[in-house]
Structure formats: structure tokens, C-alpha cells
């Protein structure tokens, strides 16, 4: 996994054979082809291991840590410790990511980056509908405007934007994402 996603980060996804990523990983081709069927399922596999920070692919709501918000004493303390694990897993992830955003003309990866955004959404809804289920939770509007907020928050694409092009360091740019959801899940947030 770490030479596939070595090598899609460097040289693009369209360049890269399944050959280069065998002769780099030091395994047979029938190996890659054997474990992820494609080079696109290498693609995806290299993707959902940078989000997961692991070999297993569970989906995000499934995780410990998501499922253990939900006995948290706040909103305030739940979002503060979702919002780090979720700048961990997008400064993981942003590389791959950046990888598929330039890769979709290939309708395979466009297949894929339109399933990866269905997935994100899934989890930005599933994500806020915990939230505002904990004491302190007053939403300046419903559920829907939490997810969404989240849903754009919270990407490789700001990530890119501020860390990469800018200069901000992860720090910074998680401060601004958690106060930025945080204006839509409580009323004592300061306005935008």
C-alpha cells in the first residue's frame, strides 16, 4: 500500500502502472491483482487505508472513537475531540485525494470520487446527528445545514487550499474548521 500510494502521490494516477507499483512494493503483478482487482481498487484501497490510518477498511461512524461521542458531556467537548481526529485523518488522506481529483477524467475515478463524496455526506450526517444529540447543541438550523457545513468543511480540498497552498500549519487550519462548525452547532458561538 505504501509504494501505491507513493507512487500515485509523485507521478499521478494515469502514468502509474500496476507493473511499477509491483516492481516498487517488490511483489509479483498477479499479487496487486490478486488483493485489489485493479488499479483503480488499488486506488481505492490506498485511499480508504489513509483515511482508516490502517489496513482495515471500517467505515468512519463505526469507529471507536465516533461511537464513544455520543456518552460525551458536551457538544463543545465531542466536537473538540472529533475535529482533531478528523484534521489527522484529512492531512492523511489530501495527498491520495488531491490523486483522485486530478485522475477524474477516468470514469472509474470519477466513479469513484463521486462514491467517496456520497460517503463523506453519509458520515457528515451521521456525524452531526450525534452531535446534536449531546447537552449544549443548539443548532442554528437543522441537521441538514450541520452536515453540510461539515461536509464542506472538513475535505482535503480546504486542507489543500490552506496547508499546501497558503502556508497554514494543520494546527491553524483544524482551529478553523472546528470554529467554523462549531458557529452551526451551538447558539453561544459567536456569529460568522
Known amino acids: ?40 481498487g488499488l486506488l481505492s484501497a490506498a485511499h480508504d487505508h489513509a483515511v482508516a490510518g490502517s489496513t482495515e ?20 467537548a465531542a466536537w473538540a475531540d472529533a ?42 450526517l451521521g456525524l452531526a446527528r450525534i452531535l446534536l444529540r449531546l447537552p449544549g447543541a443548539v443548532p442554528r438550523s437543522g441537521t441538514s445545514r450541520v452536515a453540510d457545513v461539515l461536509y464542506a468543511t472538513v475535505t482535503a480540498e480546504s486542507y489543500s487550499l490552506f496547508v499546501t497552498e ?9 482551529e478553523w474548521a472546528h470554529d467554523t462548525v462549531a458557529r452551526e452547532l451551538t447558539a453561544n458561538a459567536a456569529p460568522a
Not at 471507536?64 to 463543545?76: F, G, I, N, P, Q
Not at 488522506?93 to 469513484?112: K, Q
Not at 497558503?166 to 494546527?171: F, H, L, P, S
Open 166 to 174: 497558503r502556508g497554514w500549519t494543520i494546527e491553524q487550519w483544524r
Open 1 to 40: 500500500m505504501t509504494a501505491a500510494t507513493s507512487l500515485f502521490v509523485r507521478d499521478g494516477y494515469v502514468s502509474i502502472t500496476v507493473g511499477a507499483i509491483a516492481e516498487e512494493a517488490e511483489v509479483a503483478v498477479k499479487t496487486i491483482y490478486a488483493a485489489y482487482g485493479s488499479k483503480l
Open 57 to 76: 477498511p471500517t467505515p468512519l461512524l463505526a469507529h471507536a472513537w465516533v461511537r464513544s461521542l455520543a456518552d460525551a458531556e458536551s457538544v463543545e
Open 83 to 124: 475535529a482533531a481526529h478528523l484534521a489527522e485523518s484529512t492531512a492523511r488522506s489530501a495527498p491520495i485525494l488531491t490523486v483522485i481529483h486530478a485522475a477524474a477524467a477516468d470514469p472509474g475515478v470519477a466513479e469513484l470520487q463521486a462514491e467517496l463524496r456520497r460517503q463523506r455526506h453519509g458520515f457528515s
